[in-house]
């Protein structure tokens, strides 16, 4: 898929070329998109800062918040020279190429920081979730073999320092709260530039860059070896395809804020690509949601990462001050407003349509000061496009940020595959799909609906502490959608997950080959659809799908704070215990409105038929939810098991 771009334009000139296809029985089973830039044939990731001090020296490649809440810019040599003290203090405190360093932290400048100064200190970084608890961290130290971990805080590094008698391979253990960049930067003062020099030299494409940790729905976590050519084939062509958000085709120069964590795949591909395009990039470690939007508001990106979560809180926040103003109406047909137009933009795009009428586009101009730039605003105001990954954003939603002036390009991935595999083209979106592939990647469609990958950005394999290095061996006890097993052959990954090319090669993800449940009647029911349509509702915050050898299927739900707070105001029941709540028939009313919805996507068979509300929320302390906010479907069940129980009881 290549397409042009008029960098004087105020709006990019892209003409994506078709993907090739592959027709089975007239169905299509398999896209290809070819490269938009050749593989890296030389260097490593450790090279982007100082690329960018030797072409651009003065450019403001990243943004650090002071004290006093405002932003300041740090040129590409500045941040160079940072990254190579830190990696000299790296050296002199006897870290040798290949070691293992752990990094545990939120999303904070000093996490680039290190990772970067670790990749040119000839090191392999290893992320955790800084929610992680003490187990967690043990299991991923002792499996990847660190010699080094880096913590952001005095309780991380208790957590961690509670363990370090079943960890003797550690030596080392800094935490950025206690001034770790600035006691590396000391030890390095002595060690010669030249000893980074050489150790960058000694990187090459193929040299491992990382290993990342499945988020482990099932079974223990296992750690994703990802090379540094895995980032760039995923990162270059990324760039390339979605040139409007990480560069500027305008005198508007391009940012983003970074709040998801650097500990997932995501938003660890996301940095390296700010980097690599040299567009000002910030990071927000706080997502609470007062903290969020002060930091949005000030640092005004126009171009955001998000996953469905945050976009849908947002279009819940907005609709709900509305409905508190006794605006819901005027809210409700805005919204309306915004997703016909976006869907008239799309058919426009792909020649079904001739866009947006006359009628639409005053109707829309007429709602953009009162909601749509509200909506804006939230995210700080600039933001032009969205990145949106981890699960379905939907139809709905998609339309609606469309019509409100964001474009949004969903993705397809996983750790596997170093983030995305599939992505929105620029200009021919197809709402309610994950896209095309990425530049230089294929997927192919199974005999029995498995999506198969294929591309440069798959890794190396999964990491064998016992060899340490990575394997390609299949594991039984995972199955296809985590080894390279049968599936596999010929360079093809097997993901475990299900989807659909349409007649233009875009693909829709439809769930899990094993959530799949099966009733007792015999019919095979996806849950994931239905589980992210009721999810989209204001008052929900967790909704898992039961039925398996069961005569019907049902729900487990539970209830949204910042949306159960709105409604408890606005139906003045602010003094109702929960409990009383989980069985207020207006409440289920409410949710029980979405569930018809949902239901509207399946058969009678497959539709849900009785819902519980549960009294306490699915959280990743609890184990139900792993770090990336999936759900532990086995985890749910046992710890609500006579809760689904009772779904059956007459």
Same mark, same amino acid.
């Given at each position: 898929m290549s397409f042009a771009v008029s960098a004087d334009a105020q709006s990019p000139s892209v003409s994506p070329v078709e993907p090739e296809k592959v027709l089975v029985d007239g169905v299509v089973r398999e896209v290809s998109v070819p490269p938009l830039v050749p593989p890296a044939g030389r260097g490593s990731l450790a090279d982007i800062p100082f690329d960018n001090a030797r072409e651009a020296p003065a450019e403001a490649v990243i943004s650090r918040k002071g004290p006093d809440g405002g932003w300041r810019d740090l040129s590409a040599a500045a941040f160079a020279d940072e990254v190579r003290a830190v990696a000299k203090g790296l050296v002199a405190q006897g870290l040798r190429p290949g070691d293992r360093l752990v990094i545990m932290s939120r999303t904070t400048y000093e996490w680039t920081l290190l990772d970067f100064a670790a990749w040119a200190a000839g090191l392999v970084t290893v992320p955790i979730y800084p929610t992680s608890s003490a187990f967690q961290a043990r299991w991923i130290l002792q499996d990847s073999g660190a010699v080094a971990c880096v913590v952001e805080d005095r309780q991380q590094a208790l957590l961690i320092g509670q363990e370090r008698k079943q960890l003797p391979g550690l030596t080392h253990l800094w935490t950025f709260d206690s001034g770790a960049v600035e006691e590396l930067r000391a030890a390095g003062e002595d060690t010669p530039d030249e000893a980074v020099d050489a150790r960058r030299a000694a990187l090459g494409p193929e040299s491992v860059a990382t290993l990342i940790y499945t988020s482990g729905t099932t079974g223990r976590p296992k750690g994703c070896v990802i090379t540094h050519a895995n980032f760039f084939a995923e990162v270059d062509n990324a760039v390339e395809l979605l040139h409007p958000a990480f560069r500027s085709v305008t005198n508007e120069p391009v940012s983003t804020l970074l709040f998801l964590p650097l500990?997932?795949?995501?938003?660890?591909?996301?940095?390296?690509?700010?980097?690599?395009?040299?567009?000002?990039?910030?990071?927000?470690?706080?997502?609470?949601?007062?903290?969020?939007?002060?930091?949005?508001?000030?640092?005004?990106?126009?171009?955001?990462?998000?996953?469905?979560?945050?976009?849908?809180?947002?279009?819940? *926040?907005?609709?709900?001050?509305?409905?508190?103003?006794?605006?819901?109406?005027?809210?409700?047909?805005?919204?309306?407003?915004?997703?016909?137009?976006?869907?008239?933009?799309?058919?426009?795009?792909?020649?079904?349509?001739?866009?947006?009428?006359?009628?639409?586009?005053?109707?829309?101009?007429?709602?953009?000061?009162?909601?749509?730039?509200?909506?804006?605003?939230?995210?700080?105001?600039?933001?032009?496009?969205?990145? !949106?990954?981890?699960?379905?954003?939907?139809?709905?939603?998609?339309?609606?940020?469309?019509?409100?002036?964001?474009?949004?390009?969903?993705?397809?991935?996983? *750790?596997?595959?170093?983030?995305?595999?599939?992505?929105?083209?620029?200009?021919?979106?197809?709402?309610?799909?994950?896209?095309?592939?990425?530049?230089? *990647?294929?997927?192919?469609?199974?005999?029995?609906?498995?999506?198969?990958?294929?591309?440069?950005?798959?890794?190396?394999?999964?990491?064998?502490?016992?060899?340490?290095?990575?394997?390609?061996?299949?594991?039984?006890?995972?199955?296809?959608?985590?080894?390279?097993?049968?599936?596999?052959?010929?360079?093809?990954?097997?993901?475990?997950?299900?989807?659909?090319?349409?007649?233009?090669?875009?693909?829709?993800?439809?769930?899990?080959?094993?959530?799949?449940?099966?009733?007792?009647?015999?019919?095979?029911?996806?849950?994931?659809?239905?589980?992210?349509?009721?999810?989209?509702?204001?008052?929900?915050?967790? !909704?898992?799908?039961?039925?398996?050898?069961?005569?019907?299927?049902?729900?487990?739900?539970?209830?949204?704070?910042?949306?159960?707070?709105?409604?408890?105001?606005?139906?003045?029941?602010?003094?109702?215990?929960?409990?009383?709540?989980?069985?207020?028939?207006?409440?289920?009313?409410?949710?029980?409105?979405?569930?018809?919805?949902?239901?509207?996507?399946?058969?009678?068979?497959?539709?849900?038929?009785?819902?519980?509300?549960? *009294?306490?929320?699915?959280?990743?302390?609890?184990?139900?939810?792993?770090?990336?906010?999936?759900?532990?479907?086995?985890?749910?069940?046992?710890?609500?098991?006579?809760?689904?129980?009772?779904?059956?009881?007459?």
């Open positions: 500990s997932h795949v995501l938003g660890r591909m996301v940095a390296i690509g700010c980097l690599r395009a040299r567009m000002r990039l910030g990071h927000a470690p706080s997502i609470r949601t007062e903290d969020l939007l002060a930091d949005l508001a000030a640092f005004r990106p126009t171009f955001l990462l998000a996953i469905p979560y945050v976009l849908e809180k947002i279009y819940n *926040t907005g609709r709900a001050t509305a409905e508190k103003m006794g605006r819901v109406s005027s809210f409700d047909r805005a919204a309306r407003i915004a997703r016909q137009y976006g869907e008239a933009v799309e058919a426009a795009e792909h020649g079904t349509g001739p866009g947006p009428s006359f009628g639409l586009r005053t109707a829309r101009a007429l709602y953009d000061p009162l909601v749509y730039r509200r909506i804006r605003a939230a995210l700080g105001g600039r933001v032009k496009y969205a990145i !949106c990954g981890g699960s379905p954003l939907g139809r709905r939603l998609a339309s609606f940020y469309a019509g409100a002036g964001i474009e949004i390009f969903e993705g397809y991935g996983m *750790t596997e595959t170093t983030a995305a595999s599939t992505v929105t083209p620029p200009l021919r979106p197809r709402l309610g799909t994950v896209g095309w592939p990425l530049p230089g *990647t294929a997927v192919r469609i199974a005999d029995d609906g498995e999506v198969l990958l294929r591309g440069g950005q798959l890794f190396a394999g999964y990491w064998d502490a016992e060899r340490g290095e990575a394997v390609r061996e299949p594991d039984p006890e995972q199955g296809s959608g985590w080894g390279w097993g049968q599936e596999s052959q010929d360079g093809w990954f097997a993901t475990g997950d299900l989807g659909a090319l349409d007649d233009d090669g875009y693909l829709t993800i439809t769930g899990r080959k094993k959530d799949i449940i099966i009733t007792s009647g015999g019919k095979n029911v996806m849950p994931t659809p239905l589980e992210d349509w009721v999810r989209a509702h204001p008052l929900v915050s967790q !909704c898992m799908v039961v039925g398996d050898n069961r005569s019907y299927v049902a729900a487990l739900i539970t209830l949204e704070p910042d949306g159960l707070a709105h409604w408890r105001r606005m139906k003045k029941k602010q003094d109702v215990p929960l409990a009383a709540l989980a069985e207020d028939d207006e409440l289920r009313g409410a949710l029980q409105r979405a569930i018809d919805e949902a239901n509207r996507l399946v058969s009678r068979a497959e539709s849900i038929r009785r819902f519980r509300v549960l *009294t306490v929320d699915f959280t990743e302390a609890a184990g139900h939810l792993t770090p990336s906010l999936k759900m532990r479907r086995s985890a749910i069940a046992e710890d609500f098991a006579t809760e689904i129980e009772q779904l059956y009881e007459r």
